[in-house]
Each structure stands twice: as C-alpha cells, then as structure tokens.
C-alpha cells in the first residue's frame, strides 16, 4: 500500500521485443508511452499485472521480471482468449497495463535462510522473478537450490537464465528433469520432486518455493514435509480467474481470501486453512 | 423532526426531483409487481408499496454498465482510452431499511477496502437517501433476524415514518437538515417519536413466526458456517437442489459479484462492460485453460452462504452479508434461500 499503482484505466505500453521461449509460450518485453511510468512503476517480486489486449480483454499475468535491473516483460502461454490474441500481437503494436497487483513474495522474512526452489513447467514464470532477484542478492541468503521440471527438454523455457543458474554459482545450484527422455538429453528423468533426492541441503533453516499445476504441488508438498520441513516454510503462489484484481469482482475468493489483494503467495499452512482446492 | 402531512409527503420527493434524478417504488400496472426504479413522474411513487421485486442496488451498480471505451487498430497502433463514469445526482426515495442497509454493505465493500472502486464512487457520491420505516412486513420477511429492519437507524439522509395522517420526518445527516428546513415544514416533538416507536414494535411483533423464531438460529449458523463444522451432507443436499440460475445473486441487495468484458462498438472501437456476475455459475471460477477449482454445485452454493454469514466476510461489510429481505427466498425455485438454509442447518444441529 502507498506504492505506485494503476489502478482503474490501464496505461498504454508499447511491445518492444518479443521472444519464443518454448513451444506456445513467448515472453514479451513492455515499456509505457508515457516514459514518466517507467521510473514510477515499482514492482514486488511475486506481483501480477492486469493486462488489457485491445479488443480481447483483460486478464492477470504474472511478473517474472526481477524488481531491479532486469527489463520489464511478461511471459504467458497461450491458452485462452486474452493470450492467444496476445501472441498475435507483434514488435510495436500497444497493450494497457493495470498494476502491480498482489502481495509479493516475503523477502525480508526469509533473509539469512537456505531456499528451494521447486517449479513445473510454466511454473517458473512468477518464480523467476524471486530467483534472479536472489541470485542478485545472494549474500543475504544462505544455499539456494533451483529444481526445474518440465514434460521434455524442448520445454525447459528461459534458457540463457538456466546457463546462468547451472554455471557454477558458489551456494547456488539448479537441477533440471523431464518427464519424457529423448535422445541426446543427458540429465535426469522423471518427476520433478525426484530433484529433491540431488538437494543436499539441510531443511531446519530453509524455505521452498513451490509453484507448477496441482497434481505436481501436492506432489511435491509431501515429499518436502516428509524431509521435514514445516508448513509455514512453503511459499507457493497461486492463480486463479481474475476479472479486476483489485478486491472487487470476488472471481478469485478461495474460501475467505481473495487472491488479487490477500495473495497471490500463500505459505502452505495458510493454504491448508483455506478449505478449498487450489 | 419535523412532520408532513401523508398527502402532501410525495412534495418531499418532487422538491428532490428539482436537483436529483429520483429513484422510488413504483406499483406496475401489469403485473401488479413492485420496482424500485427511476420515474419520471413523482407522483408514481408509492410509499405503501409492497417490497420491491429486486433491490435498489442497481442505482450504484447496475446490471451491466459501460465503465470504458477505446478505440485500437493494428494500422494506427493508437490506443485512446476514455473512462465513462456515470455522474448523475441520484435520490432513492422510499427506501427500505433493509435495502438500505445492503447499500451501506455495498459502500463499505466497494469503498472501505484496500481499494476504492472508482465507477461505484461516482454511483455514489451524489447521492440522497430517503429511508421509510416498514409498518407492515412481508410474508419472507426476517430483518429482525439479521439486525437490518424494520426502522432504519443510520445511513440516511431523511427517514419517514407512517404516524397515521401524517408522516414523521426525521433527518439523519447535515445534507438531510438542510433540505428539510429549506421547505419550512411543521416541527415534530417526543410524542411524534413515541408513537414511532409503537409503529416500529407493532410492526416487528407482526412479522411471520418463522422470522422470530429464527432469530436466535442466524447467529448460531452463523458461527457453524464459520467454523465450518457443518456435514458434507448438508452441503450436498442444498447442492442438489440448486439450479444455478444465479437469481438469488441477482436480487440480494449485497451481492456484487461481476464480471468483466470487452465488446466491439464498430469496427476500431471496444466497449468494456461490467455486469452483474453470479457465484452459483459454473464457470464463475474457471480459469483460462479450463481448470476449475470450483466445479461442484454443492461447492459453490457453499460458498455464497460462506459469504453471506461467516464471521470471516464480515470485516468486508461490518456486519452480516444477508439483511433479511428474504428475497433470494422469495425468487429461488429450488427453496434453498437463505432461510431455508439455516433452517436445514439448524436441522442438522438440534438432530
């Protein structure tokens, strides 16, 4: 609260570059007509924009940009309305932004701890953000360890960012897995929570991120409190149909929260307390 | 105080007319139904008027309201945004208590949270407000359950009551004084109010017994819905019983759940549109992709109870979501209104 938000009308922004990351999912790079947004517009790492596509509509995105020094941008898969009429768009073309929403991920909470970072798929998308913004500030935390899941090598997305995180950092270590092997892959096969099992790190001062579909969070949830570590020490962020992203629609209530303004980053313990399916 | 002789109370309403577009009941000839809606002739309004079929609410939240317009093409690659809020002076006029007090679950929602909703300020902010206590309750009827009737009590800028040949004008703001001492009317006393308060006891004394004695009942399911110690088979068996035609939503005076869309209006030019949204629809939830964490009926309709009577959901409204004006009792064709539904609760706690 008192931050910088776009509230009600969306701000026009212009696409400045796009890429392909993996198969239907592109990440594109914003930035505001009016410039004097640029320097105002203050993310926190775990928030979400409402974006409106001209002609479309409008629909929640997460942010996997780091809060600093790192080029505002979005990536989204195509999977509905919104997105699909997203990826159609092209270099130049303009969007309106509404935002940041959303809590953001407890950074001061967490300092001096080991994290685990446990993502399927797109998954990664909103944990990005907390990751590199980490790995800027690695003497604050203790090890850090990445476990990136996804269905084949081909879909292992921000690719320049994994030779980043899998070049050797000191106290930073990135595993990769995919559901189906192919040849030439020479890493490991099999669910993502196998990662876990190449983590050597010790669970009484750590916290794990946890983000990807349901059936891979509950997955993974077990086999991070069967080692031990506790409900309250599992950030997820959660995603859910948005239609204001300010409170007031109530599309995305999970039993007496609302997502947009309550979270999207939950721990464990409170998501357990929410009596509803995620 | 002041008092208004009962043929000439309709001045009060066309003196309003002057500065605001009056809202008020109105009997239509039809089918004999009453609407709470703009007139154009004051003297349309009745006051004896049985409750209105929907609430008030659309005066501050309409059914479906354009909040934007913009204009977009991939040549041009312009995008002009022009915000549309609606900035007429409303009066609502004969209001009811319990309508009123969905009105002010609806302020301190849509203006008391994190965020302020901008199209409903501007709904709101001009706004008159001219409350009648209810002498005669209707058959669904049970704002003496959910502290919401039949006097209203706070909210109001002027509250009128039925003395007989006369109607008692009570003003409940500055806004109110102002207006009141502006038409010179006859000044009231302690006896004016006394014989208010014998219409307001004679007024709760006829309600239904099914309303007084529910009363001790919404409170007691009410810490059972927060709790959430009530049997999947409750649950289940209102589930069944819901057709998920979204109408109990629709005519609850603090339900403002909605929904968002953008529309073309020629061939550059989109309109954004706010509409009325319903908790009990299925794909209230569903998100892009198709996963629906809340696809059951049962789960859903448990939801707007949720929302209408946990403690939780209270700090939206400072009070209890339902304000007994039994309508969604009145509309549901599966009988599961809000009444009912503490009645199987109830059933399900005393068995």
Not at chain 2, 65 to 72: F, N
Request: hydrophobic share 35%.
């Amino acid at each position: 609260m008192g931050d910088f938000k776009i509230v009600t009308v969306p701000e026009v922004a212009t696409i400045d570059e796009i890429r392909d990351e993996i198969k239907d999912v592109k990440t594109f790079y914003l930035s505001f007509e009016n410039k004097a947004l640029d320097s105002q517009f203050k993310i926190k790492s775990g928030q979400f924009i409402m974006l409106t596509v001209f002609g479309a509509g409008e629909a929640a995105f997460s942010l996997p940009p780091s809060p600093e020094n790192d080029r505002f941008h979005i990536t989204v898969r195509t999977v509905g309305k919104v997105s699909a009429a997203l990826h159609a768009l092209k270099v130049g073309d303009k969007v309106g932004i509404r935002g940041p929403f959303g809590n953001g991920f407890p950074f001061e909470e967490i300092k001096g701890k080991n994290i685990i970072y446990v993502a399927g798929g797109i998954g990664l998308i909103p944990l990005r953000s907390s990751i590199v913004h980490v790995l800027q500030h690695k003497q604050d935390f203790g090890r850090v360890a990445v476990c990136l899941g996804a269905r084949t090598p081909e879909d292992h997305m921000y690719k320049e960012n994994l030779k980043e995180w899998q070049s050797g950092v000191p106290g930073f270590e990135c595993h990769l897995t995919v559901d189906i092997g192919v040849p030439g892959w020479t890493g490991e096969v099999g669910f993502v929570h196998t990662l876990l099992n190449k983590v050597d790190i010790p669970m009484d001062n750590t916290v794990a991120f946890v983000c990807g579909p349901p059936v891979m969070f509950n997955t993974v949830i077990k086999e991070l409190m069967g080692r031990g570590l506790s409900d309250e020490n599992i950030i997820s962020t959660l995603e859910r149909h948005m239609k204001c992203g300010i409170g007031k629609c109530q599309h995305c209530a999970i039993g007496r929260t609302l997502v947009c303004t309550d979270g999207p980053v939950y721990t464990y313990r409170q998501i357990k307390t929410l009596g509803e399916q995620i | 105080m002041y008092l208004i002789k009962k043929s000439d109370v309709l001045n009060l309403a066309k003196e309003l007319s002057k500065e605001y577009q009056v809202f008020g009941p109105v009997i239509q000839k039809e089918t004999g139904q009453t609407f709470f809606d703009k007139v154009e002739d004051v003297s349309e309004i009745s006051l004896s008027a049985p409750i209105p079929s929907v609430p008030p609410k659309h005066a501050v939240f309409p059914q479906l309201e354009t909040i934007m317009k913009y204009k977009y093409s991939g040549e041009s690659r312009k995008a002009e945004i022009e915000t549309v809020f609606d900035t007429s002076s409303k009066a609502l006029f004969g209001l009811r208590a319990c309508d009123l007090t969905g009105l002010q679950c609806l302020d301190r929602f849509f203006m008391g949270q994190e965020f302020v909703d901008e199209v409903y300020v501007n709904h709101r902010k001009r706004m008159f407000i001219v409350t009648n206590t209810c002498n005669v309750p209707f058959k669904n009827c049970f704002c003496v359950c959910t502290d919401s009737g039949p006097a209203a009590e706070e909210g109001y800028d002027l509250n009128l009551t039925d003395l007989g040949d006369h109607y008692l004008v009570e003003a409940g703001s500055e806004k109110g004084k102002a207006f009141a001492e502006k038409l010179s009317l006859e000044a009231a006393n302690d006896s004016h109010l006394k014989q208010k308060k014998e219409v307001v006891d004679k007024s709760i004394a006829s309600f239904e017994t099914f309303a007084t004695d529910s009363k001790a009942w919404i409170s007691r399911v009410m810490n059972r819905v927060t709790t959430g110690f009530i049997k999947e088979d409750v649950w289940n068996y209102i589930g069944d019983q819901c057709f998920e035609c979204g109408a109990c939503t629709f005519v609850c005076p603090s339900c403002s759940c909605f929904n968002i869309v953008d529309v073309a209006n020629g061939e550059t030019s989109h309109d954004r549109l706010r509409t009325w949204d319903s908790c009990s629809y299925e794909g209230y939830s569903r998100m892009a992709g198709g996963h629906n964490p809340r696809k059951p009926v049962e789960d859903r309709r448990n939801k707007r109870f949720f929302c209408k009577l946990s403690y939780s959901q209270m700090k939206k409204y400072l009070r209890p979501g339902c304000v007994g004006c039994g309508r969604c009792d009145w509309v549901c064709p599966g009988d599961i209104g809000l009444p009912n539904v503490v009645t199987y609760i109830r059933r399900e706690i005393t068995e």
